[in-house]
């Protein structure tokens, strides 16, 4: 089996090894989702400099100040930090001051799950923090070591770190938010350890996306090239497989088990409106939820698991909105993953494997649209060629019998062109006359693409010769995955 290596992510070590190499004070914030590879990020970049630059990781737990202290105080011995020179704090004031006293001796200190502090009860920390950072940032030639804060909540890192009336308001000298692996990473990871067939990737990045974790994860238990089934198997159904709680515990950790019937509607019924929410809420909870709003609030702008997307004619304040899950890993857990899981006490494994992947099927086609989406916009990033996208068309058409997968725009050629994806090849030429129908009504209400150049794609995993001319006939180019990946490196 190939060794697994570091994937997709030079830009981001280059940058933090700049940051390391200046041999001055820094203060970094590192935000992204969970099991992004934040801390792997830092370890990586680290590895180069390792020698001389001492290191202390702390995993802030969700707790009082007595649990951050023990954290801390087991962190101080797992890295063998001298007790002599930095004795163990004994108060939250005396944490400060270490963190002072260790980045003045050239230690990086890497916090994680910093946005814990955002809770109450730690005002009288920061406020002294703040103290700290300010007296090593006035010495900041002198002071060789660093402090890395890194968080998954980018709202609450924002208020400790962003808001004005925060203690380390304006403290931060580097920011990196960490995106998801882009797909030409996730190719890679393919190629080196299973096949990069077109199958396998809408597979498994309708599954993880671009969370290296999950892909790590597989190939520890050698499936990345495995069944579709022995996969699901050895992931999430097995006793110790790494996935079976990653979401509940996920919920359980960062939502508290308050928004779970918002997201798992939504799983199920993607696109749904407000008034849909409530009544398919209503109808498990048996009254009318009340906190609906507040919820799509909390999901939106605090744990980005929700977009709102607008019609496309709306203003931005309309209420006409629909609601969509961002994270794959989310949706397909929820709308095909949880259930048989919690079933496997009373049903055989083969058999809810079995269901599992045939609900994966269907949210596959979804997760085809929106991995189209972001090949066109690695491949015109990357100068590949085809389509230079400078735009898609937000929102979604107000209109029941219009329906277009994905409006790619290129600005500079005056190009637009009109994508169907389905999960089938055979079904594109079968739709091809839809799509130009579909096509005309929306130029005929946007005026400004009317004498632009007009063309149509139609999208699937694999499309074979015969499928392409069918296609060729109706005047829609044919693009399969492949055709898509190819040029990605």
Same mark, same amino acid.
């Given at each position: 089996m190939a060794t697994w290596r570091f994937y997709g992510r030079e830009r981001y070590t280059t940058q933090l090894e700049e940051i390391f190499c200046r041999g001055r004070w820094?203060?970094?914030?590192v935000t992204g989702r969970r099991r992004i590879g934040k801390t792997t990020l830092i370890q990586e970049a680290l590895k180069t400099t390792r020698?001389?630059?001492?290191?202390?990781?702390?995993?802030?737990? *969700?707790?009082?100040?007595?649990?951050?202290?023990s954290a801390v105080s087991d962190a101080l011995e797992t890295f063998h930090v001298p007790e002599e020179s930095f004795p163990k704090p004994k108060s939250l004031a005396q944490l400060a001051n270490t963190i002072g006293a260790l980045a003045e001796a050239g230690?990086?200190?890497?916090? *994680?799950?910093?946005?814990?502090?955002? +809770?109450?009860?730690?005002?009288?920390?920061?406020?002294?923090?703040?103290?700290?950072?300010? +007296?090593?940032?006035?010495?900041?030639?002198? &002071?060789?070591?660093?402090?890395?804060?890194?968080?998954s909540i980018q709202t609450e890192m924002a208020a400790l770190l962003e808001d004005r009336s925060a203690p380390l308001f304006g403290r931060i000298t580097d920011d990196i938010h960490l995106p998801h692996l882009d797909i030409a990473a996730v190719c890679a990871i393919l190629r080196d350890h299973a096949d990069d067939a077109p199958e396998r990737l809408l597979f498994l990045w309708n599954l993880f996306e671009g969370v290296p974790k999950f892909y790590r994860d597989c190939y520890e238990r050698n499936v990345l090239g495995a069944s579709r089934a022995e996969l699901l198997r050895k992931v999430f159904f097995e006793s110790s497989a790494p996935l079976r709680t990653e979401a509940d515990n996920w919920f359980l950790r960062e939502l508290r088990g308050r928004y779970d019937v918002v997201l798992k509607t939504l799983a199920r019924r993607p696109g749904s409106m407000h008034n849909e929410l409530v009544q398919a809420i209503g109808a498990v909870s048996g009254g009318s939820p009340k906190q609906i709003g507040g919820y799509l609030q909390s999901l939106i702008e605090r744990f980005k698991l929700i977009e709102r997307k607008l019609p496309i004619f709306a203003k931005p304040e309309a209420r006409k909105s629909r609601y969509y899950l961002t994270d794959n890993f989310l949706q397909a857990w929820l709308a095909a993953l949880a259930q048989p899981v919690s079933a496997l006490a009373f049903r055989p494994v083969d058999e809810l494997v079995v269901e599992a992947d045939r609900r994966l099927q269907e949210v596959e086609g979804k997760a085809l649209e929106k991995l189209t989406c972001q090949l066109y916009q690695e491949r015109s990033r990357l100068g590949v060629?085809?389509?230079?996208?400078?735009?898609? &068309?937000?929102?979604?058409w107000d209109r029941s019998d219009t329906e277009i997968d994905l409006v790619a725009c290129d600005e500079k050629n005056q190009r637009i062109r009109f994508v169907s994806c389905k999960r089938s090849a055979a079904k594109l030429a079968a739709d091809a006359?839809?799509?130009?129908?579909?096509?005309? +009504?929306?130029?005929?209400?946007?005026?400004?693409?009317?004498?632009?150049?007009? *063309?149509?794609?139609?999208?699937?995993?694999?499309? *074979?010769?015969?499928? +392409?001319?069918?296609?060729a006939r109706h005047g829609v180019i044919a693009q399969d995955l492949r055709d898509l990946m190819t040029g990605l490196t």
């Open positions: 820094f203060f970094l914030k020698a001389n630059r001492p290191v202390l990781y702390v995993q802030l737990p *969700d707790s009082e100040g007595a649990g951050v202290l230690y990086v200190i890497v916090l *994680d799950e910093f946005q814990y502090l955002h +809770r109450k009860g730690y005002e009288e920390f920061l406020s002294i923090l703040q103290a700290t950072v300010d +007296r090593l940032y006035a010495a900041a030639d002198r &002071v060789s070591g660093g402090l890395i804060v890194l968080g060629g085809g389509f230079s996208l400078t735009h898609a &068309v937000e929102g979604y006359p839809n799509l130009k129908d579909h096509a005309a +009504r929306l130029l005929k209400a946007l005026p400004v693409y009317q004498s632009w150049q007009v *063309d149509y794609a139609g999208v699937a995993p694999s499309i *074979d010769a015969q499928q +392409r001319a069918a296609l």
